[in-house]
């Protein structure tokens, strides 16, 4: 008898003769019983071979292939089915409150600030207070408020107990804001000297007559005892002279904004972020409050906008205040405003 063909040889090093696969079978993948081959049986298509359209029987092929290897695949896919029907179901995060009380200027851009993160983490709902800075500090020290708004610098008092100099609170600087001295738009005046601007607030000038408008008597409008913006206002501005006793009091730089846009001869004070339809902000010495020159120091009259929480805030109040502080936070604080400084977290 002829001796078989080389393509028809067993393969070389097994022991067992190849088991046969039943001819019409449609792919023949056989594992031999020591675990070492993965074999085509003659008379089956393969479906890696080379030849003419329609299909080309081949002669007997083995792949060699390292039992452990195999074994290792068998054990991957058990394991990895076992452990995906195993997982619990995830359980969505308990819903989570936080409350903002304080400065009425920081407001707006708290509420967007809020808006966005709740968007990333839609089981956290914020509530606002606004009732100025010194009592949105109170408020969180009596514990009605997680975060207290403040539109100006901590006072020592604030930020730690006198006696042992223990701290108090902790804050982070999110912003710079200008605040910006505005008349009713039909007031021709758009630019005042800082002297020129002191003299106004203390009565000393009561007539826009003096600076060549027709707008006739002067209505100063000024914010409440206990409001930041007054403090900041007094500070940088007034410089130790006092408010006149016919300016009218308004609780918020809101409703400043609507007298003044409603009065012609009005003029006030508030948060570079709240003018609007019906009032003009004026340069002072020659600069007019917008972020950038805010942000570079040439506006004059500015302040910083603080969030203060509890020493150490809850995670979740915690991942806020470094939200506001975030490329994405700071990215929606310098739409209106001048960004947080390095370096201004305590």
């Known amino acids: 008898m002829n001796s078989p063909s080389e393509a028809e040889k067993p393969p070389q090093g097994l022991d067992i003769p190849p088991e046969t696969v039943p001819v019409g079978t449609p792919f023949g993948l056989l594992v031999r019983r020591d675990l070492t081959a993965f074999q085509f049986q003659p008379g089956i298509s393969n479906p890696w071979a080379g030849g003419s359209s329609g299909g080309q029987n081949c002669k007997s092929q083995t792949i060699s292939r390292s039992p452990t290897i195999f074994l290792m695949a068998v054990l991957l896919v058990v394991t990895t089915f076992v452990t995906a029907c195993s997982q619990p179901p995830s359980t969505p995060p308990a819903p989570v409150w936080i409350r903002l009380s304080g400065s009425t200027s920081m407001q ?3 509420r967007d600030l809020a808006s966005a993160y709740s968007e990333r983490h839609q089981y956290v709902a914020f509530d606002f207070s606004a009732v100025g800075s010194s009592a949105g500090l109170e408020a969180l020290r009596r514990g009605s408020a997680d975060l207290a708004l403040v539109s100006r610098e901590l006072r020592p008092e604030e930020e730690h107990e006198t006696q042992t100099g223990k701290r108090l609170l902790a804050y982070t600087v999110i912003a710079q804001d200008g605040i910006a001295v505005v008349v009713n738009e039909n007031n021709p005046v758009r630019a005042l000297t800082l002297y020129q601007i002191r003299n106004i607030f203390d009565g000393q000038v009561t ?20 409001s930041a ?21 308004m609780p918020g730089s809101e ?13 006030g004070y508030l948060s570079m972020g709240y003018p609007g339809p019906g009032v003009a902000a004026v340069a002072t010495d020659g600069v007019l409050p917008e972020r950038q020159t805010v942000e570079d120091g040439t506006y004059s009259i500015t302040r910083p906008f603080l969030l203060v929480s509890r020493v150490e805030p809850n995670a979740e109040i915690a991942s806020f205040m470094q939200f506001t502080r975030s ?10 405003y001048g ?6 977290q305590y």
């Open 255 to 267: 409703a400043v904004r609507d007298y003044v846009a409603t009065h012609g001869g009005a003029v």
């Open 207 to 226: 007539n826009w007559d003096e600076f060549g408008s027709p707008a006739g008597e002067i209505m100063v409008i000024s914010r409440e005892d206990g």
């Open 339 to 344: 960004g947080a400084r390095i370096g201004t």
């Open 327 to 336: 490329p994405a936070g700071q990215a929606i604080v310098r739409r209106t």
């Open 108 to 110: 707006p851009l708290l």
């Open 229 to 249: 913006t007054r403090a900041m206002f007094e500070e940088q501005v007034m410089y130790g002279r006092r408010m006149t006793p016919t300016a009218l009091v």
